[in-house]
């Protein structure tokens, strides 16, 4: 399984965005190909393939008067049946060569609290992604491989991946 985790504290999300990007030009310098892909941004694209850009905007404005629960339920209908955010995350690391690529998974923190980076990986998994991939993960660790998701959520104990 090529995934790993790099765990860190949510309240360092700027600090962390700025050294993954350090990180990735020091790969490159030294000939990997380095893919950061945010989690955000490709939400953003399944909630723009789902509703449309005009109905995105209606989307919000159906938030702000019905609440953030209806909003959560639909972001994730979308994430997992519609717009699956597995595959089209699948589909930008299987472009790259396994032998000389890296993946880094980054803005995780939009995913919260819609939908669980497990299940992201175990996904990938079924995906056959081959690609080394990194998931920077705003979140503490309870026990020796609990992970807490932004510190909030109950603890995932079911992470295959190893954490750093």
Request: aromatic residues 10%; without cysteine; hydrophobic residues 45%.
């Amino acid at each position: 399984m090529p995934f790993a985790i790099f765990l860190y504290d949510p309240h360092d999300e700027l600090t962390v965005r700025g050294e993954v990007q350090l990180l990735a030009t020091r790969l490159k310098n030294k000939g990997k190909h380095v893919r950061v892909l945010s989690l955000a941004e490709v939400m953003q694209e399944a909630l723009e393939l789902a509703l449309g850009k005009d109905g995105l905007k209606e989307f919000y404005d159906a938030e702000r008067e019905n609440g953030v629960e209806a909003a959560i339920l639909t972001v994730y209908q979308i994430l997992s049946h519609e717009w699956p955010l597995d595959k089209l995350v699948a589909e930008r690391l299987h472009a790259l060569d396994p032998a000389n690529s890296i993946a880094f998974l980054t803005r995780a923190e939009a995913l919260f609290p819609v939908y669980r980076t497990s299940a992201l990986l175990d996904r990938l998994v079924n995906e056959r992604v081959q690609v080394p991939t990194v998931l920077f993960y705003p979140g503490t660790l309870e026990g020796v491989n609990g992970l807490r998701f932004m510190g909030v959520l109950e603890a995932e104990h079911n992470y295959r991946a190893r954490i750093y």
